[in-house]
């Protein structure tokens, strides 16, 4: 008998231990959804579950959802409170702008709450895929996160207060962002490159300025490992993204219009190796710490080159700019050498998108004879940041080997425009030589009345991605295409010698629209290529030819299946037992637990 008593007084401190240590996630990752409440979402990917944790200046309910396209019909929802010092949790659905309803199956599981200091917090979990079809699936997609607080607490699970305006949401990459923590390593400074004050045009709704600056002369060689932006106070609205290159160059401190490059000294038009790319939402980068962007030794950068796109739809003359960039080095050289490719469709006319379309897509091919004469080995790509324009509302970079499609690198079928950040690869993917790229990207241009082009302003559209790999190759700089412009002279049947763009546009410009739309979706998925396949300082790759087939091998249907495709038939993974879920005492549970074993020894006496 004492033996059982020993070992149930022994079960009861470790209870006690882990029920008093269950108050963190041990979240890898964080964001601030808004600063007024410091409404603070964090979360950690366990296998097929996710956890989450949401706190925020509030004595009363903290609510996230997760949404279609940012407005509540449609969104999956779930609110946590604590009342009394009891933490509740209620998985609820909007079909639209009202009180969410309960969800007949509660598939996100609490795991503690707590009020403090006037501050609310609530831990909880569920499956990526929970096969509930009121609950949306996390995926590789960019989620909108709506988030909402109130300073009042549910008098029960039905009687959910209306938020107000206390309410947002924030675009997130649940899956593939980088980690919050991040060791930098023993040694290590910065170098900062800012524009000097520079006042943006006020003549155009879209602007490209350009800055550079001089690599700083180091003792030894270094190892970039973070880039990050830093953006002026105020002008987050308008610095939409910027794109940063370097060169062997000799014009340093030079600022001016970098929208044509005829307005740029000579050897700055030769910077064209990528070095840090950012946009709307991104965060800071921070390489593996096997890899890094090397400075210092021969053949090594001696300019930085930093393009800003600024967006300025009210033809506003009153910025003045100052933005800019901030590199982080070490001289403890990592293992690796990393670089970045340019994949998918060069900037022309020649990729053109009808209006008024709900989903129109386009293809650009990286070809394996450009990708066997550029890497001289296997690499292992680890970031990929994807990048279109307003229309943009899909992309996917898929790799193929020998015909065959065996990975969706990076795959967002909710793309937001004003999200943009750089997609971690977990784990690394391994490129041969000989394997082919495939970066479709699709738009939406209801409401637009023409047709809408490739091109470098906000309004026109672009289909890029940057794939960071390692180890760096000496050749690679970028692998694009375009249609050939005699096929689509051809296929659009302008009765123009092609190249002729006068024409062209008046040729277009008198099309029936149906006609037109069927003839840029036979360009977009039927004309042959024209492959460009360029060194880091833009120079051809000698032995690749310009004109390619459009590939008999892909198929706008290829897809690798989703991992957290799980669901078998029916709704649903957790038995409805009402809408709200709460946590009971742990002392409470103690008792049952010392009172049953009691009357174990009891019986066995």
């Not at 092609?498 to 277009?508: E, F, I, K, N, R």
């Not at 099309?511 to 037109?516: A, E, H, K, R, T």
């Amino acid at each position: 008998m004492s033996e059982i008593v020993s070992k149930t007084i022994l079960f009861v401190c470790m209870y006690f231990v882990l029920v008093n240590t269950e108050d963190s996630i041990n979240e890898d990752h964080e964001v601030v959804m808004n600063a007024e409440y410091d409404f603070q979402l964090k979360w950690r990917i366990d296998g097929g579950d996710i956890l989450f944790e949401i706190s925020a200046d509030t004595m009363g309910y903290v609510a996230i959802g997760f949404s279609p396209n940012g407005g509540m019909p449609g969104s999956d929802i779930v609110i946590g409170w604590v009342r009394n010092g009891q933490p509740y949790l209620s998985d609820r659905y909007a079909t639209e702008y009202a009180k969410p309803e309960a969800d007949t199956f509660q598939d996100y599981t609490l795991l503690y709450g707590r009020e403090e200091g006037g501050r609310t917090t609530v831990g909880f979990r569920r499956a990526l895929n929970t096969c509930d079809d009121k609950d949306n699936v996390i995926n590789d997609d960019t989620l909108r996160v709506i988030w909402a607080v109130n300073n009042m607490d549910p008098v029960n699970s039905d009687d959910i207060i209306y938020h107000g305006t206390s309410r947002g949401v924030r675009s997130i990459l649940l899956l593939s962002s980088q980690e919050a923590d991040f060791d930098f390593p023993e040694e290590y400074n910065y170098f900062d490159g800012f524009m000097p004050n520079v006042t943006v045009p006020d003549d155009s709704d879209t602007s490209y300025l350009c800055f550079s600056l001089p690599v700083p002369k180091f003792d030894s060689p270094v190892h970039i490992f973070r880039a990050e932006t830093i953006v002026q106070e105020g002008h987050e609205s308008l610095v939409h993204h910027l794109l940063v290159y370097s060169c062997q160059g000799t014009t340093t401190n030079w600022t001016g219009d970098c929208y044509d490059s005829a307005n740029m000294p000579t050897d700055l038009r030769d910077c064209d190796r990528l070095l840090y790319g950012w946009a709307v939402g991104a965060q800071p980068l921070n390489y593996p710490e096997h890899v890094g962007i090397s400075l210092g030794k021969e053949g090594d950068p001696t300019v930085i080159f930093v393009q800003i796109h600024y967006d300025n739809p009210g033809l506003s003359p009153d910025f003045h700019d100052n933005s800019g960039v901030r590199f982080f080095y070490t001289p403890m050289l990592r293992e690796y050498d990393a670089a970045v490719w340019e994949i998918g469709e060069a900037v022309t006319e020649l990729q053109a998108i009808p209006a008024n379309e709900n989903l129109f897509k386009t293809f650009s091919f990286c070809y394996a004879d450009c990708t066997r004469e550029v890497l001289n080995e296997d690499i292992k790509i680890f970031f990929v940041f994807l990048h279109s324009h307003l229309a943009g509302r899909q992309m996917s970079l898929q790799h193929y080997r020998n015909g065959s499609l065996i990975d969706d690198m990076a795959r967002d079928d909710n793309y937001d425009f004003n999200q943009q950040d750089t997609r971690v690869l977990r784990p690394e993917r391994v490129f041969k030589p000989g394997d082919e790229f495939v970066l479709t990207c699709g738009y939406n241009t209801v409401g637009r009345d023409d047709i809408t082009f490739g091109g470098l302003g906000t309004y026109d559209e672009m289909c890029l991605a940057y794939v960071f790999f390692y180890p760096k190759q000496a050749n690679a700089g970028s692998c694009l295409s375009t249609p050939d412009v005699a096929d689509v002279f051809t296929i659009l049947n302008l009765g123009c010698v092609p190249g002729d763009d006068v024409c062209a546009y008046a040729s277009l410009a008198q099309m029936d629209p149906v006609v037109l739309r069927d003839g840029l979706y036979n360009v977009a998925n039927t004309a042959n290529r024209n492959s460009y396949c360029r060194d880091p300082d833009f120079n051809p790759i000698p032995g690749v030819g310009l004109y390619k087939d459009f590939p008999a091998w892909f198929s706008v249907y290829d897809r690798i299946d989703d991992a957290n495709d799980v669901c078998s038939s029916g709704t649903g993974t957790t038995m409805a037992t009402g809408s709200s879920v709460s946590v009971i005492p742990a002392g409470l549970i103690v008792l049952l637990m010392f009172s049953l074993v009691t009357k174990l020894i009891i019986l066995r006496q």
